[in-house]
């Protein structure tokens, strides 16, 4: 029985209870990404006590991440991001039960990553694995909360197949993904990562209204929210996806 005082502050006066809490802390959530957005996701779920996590992520700490990577430490360097992300967990909230895979995932190996886990939190960096990711959750059936962030600008909304438009329905699919290198400043990109552990905290407990067709859109240069409607587009390829089988 896991000791709930750390959480007090949770459910104390902010429409979560502690049966809320209970959820969370029963609650299994994957991160795709330990980096910008990923070490700001993690540590707010570490924190709210989602009991557990998982992190899949291919890559190690380089010195040119800890502009905005927070959850790496310097020590870290030239290790693998999913073990530098799980140590500061572990010693932040040992409640926390950290699964890992140091692995980039593609169509061919994501199918046992995602068994057992509902939630998927993208943090990936590049669109190419965005719009992968997309394609797997409708297929599955399984809630994205999806976040984005490049310098100064982020974004965040949370998808729900069969309920919500799609990431292709809310920025269509270019033929050919040109890849920028998606590097943004910290308090940007944290920003946009509490928000979206903000989206995972409502979507397990119930409290609160999450970002279903909504795109809720950051601007970091006037500090500035703006709030974008979208719908499912009867278009979308991405959508139509489980009737091509
Ligand atoms: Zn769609």
Redesign the pocket.
């Known amino acids: 029985m896991i000791q709930l005082t750390r959480y007090k502050k949770n459910f104390e006066q902010n429409g979560i209870t502690q049966a809320d809490q209970e959820k969370l802390l029963n609650s299994r959530v994957i991160v795709m990404g330990a980096g910008g957005l990923g070490s700001g996701v993690i540590m707010n779920l570490a924190a709210l006590g989602v009991g557990q996590i998982k992190i899949i992520d291919g890559d190690i700490v380089e010195e040119s991440n800890l502009n905005r990577q927070i959850i790496h430490k310097y020590k870290n360097i030239g290790r693998a991001k999913v073990i530098s992300a799980k140590d500061w967990v572990q010693e932040f909230n040992p409640d926390i039960r950290v699964e890992l895979d140091k692995i980039k995932i593609n169509e061919l190996n994501y199918f046992n990553i995602i068994q057992g886990y509902d939630i998927i939190i993208d943090c990936f960096d590049s669109y190419e694995s965005k719009y992968m990711l ?1 394609e797997i959750i ?1 297929r599955h059936k399984k809630i994205l909360i999806h976040g984005a962030a490049q310098g100064f600008y982020g974004q965040v909304t949370t998808i729900i197949p069969d309920k919500t ?6 920025m269509q699919k270019p033929k050919q993904i040109k890849e920028a290198m998606y590097a943004s400043l910290s308090p940007v990109v944290n920003t946009i990562a509490a928000l979206q552990a903000q989206e995972a905290l409502k979507i397990i407990t119930g409290a609160g209204t999450p970002l279903l067709n909504k795109l809720l859109v950051f601007d970091g240069t006037t500090s500035e929210f703006k709030m974008l409607n979208y719908a ?2 009867p278009a ?5 996806i489980n009737n091509k089988y």
């Open positions: 997309n409708i438009g799609c990431l292709e329905c809310v499912k587009n979308c390829p991405a959508c139509q």
